[in-house]
């Protein structure tokens, strides 16, 4: 693998949210591509569920070879920043390819789902989900981006998923009284997977950068 995709997650001023807004919608990305990255994607957790109010989540595609560039990313962001957390991610079943993919389109809602799993059991999860995503997207107004393990600690998973909505994600976890069909045999998949993984952590907001 030839790119990290560094997960930043700031806080920020919450007097100044409007200005930070503005920031990720324009700026951020003019400060990622200065900072030899790419901006995958931003959330405020002002405006999700699931984040404090002050929360600022950034997704920036970084050469394998390179230093983190988070510092500089955020360095502009109004106000400032404190508290950075940098987790460095590498692409599992999807993103698919060996390219960084295009920044992630607006409209709807972002599922960030954290998994805490043995390192052991990472293949397994990931083959899984894999097969169980085209069903689960044929069912529902959803589209999984990206499943990443991290670098450190190698027992987590993200799983970052676009919804039509909140209602759509609500109605999607409707999946889980599925006996029969396709949909049965995903949550089949679905409920193996649980099984395999510690705690999980899922937030919720709309892209703004």
């Not at 920031?23 to 030899?36: F, H, I, L, M, T």
């Not at 060996?98 to 083959?127: K, M, N, S, T, Y």
């Not at 970052?160 to 009284?177: F, I, K, L, M, Q």
Request: aromatic share 8%.
């Amino acid at each position: 693998m030839d790119h990290l995709y560094e997960y930043l997650t700031a806080t920020v001023d919450r007097s100044r949210i409007v200005e930070v807004r503005e920031w990720a919608a324009g700026a951020a990305r003019a400060a990622a591509d200065q900072a030899g990255a790419r901006l995958w994607g931003a959330w405020l957790g002002a405006l999700g569920i699931g984040w404090y109010d002050d929360e600022l989540v950034a997704v920036v595609v970084r050469p394998t070879s390179s230093p983190a560039v988070g510092a500089a990313v955020l360095a502009g962001v109004p106000g400032g920043t404190e508290a950075v957390e940098s987790v460095d991610l590498v692409p599992t079943a999807r993103p698919e390819g060996g390219a960084p993919p295009p920044p992630l389109a607006p409209g709807g809602v972002f599922a960030h789902r954290w998994f805490d799993v043995a390192p052991e059991h990472v293949e397994e999860i990931v083959a899984l989900s894999a097969e169980a995503w085209p069903v689960f997207e044929a069912a529902y107004e959803t589209t999984i981006h990206g499943l990443f393990r991290a670098v450190a600690p190698a027992g987590r998973l993200l799983l970052v998923t676009r919804y039509a909505s909140v209602g759509e994600w609500e109605n999607s976890r409707g999946v889980a009284r599925v006996t029969g069909g396709d949909l049965g045999a995903a949550r089949g998949n679905f409920e193996r997977r649980r099984s395999l993984t510690g705690r999980q952590v899922v937030r919720i907001a709309p892209l703004i950068g």
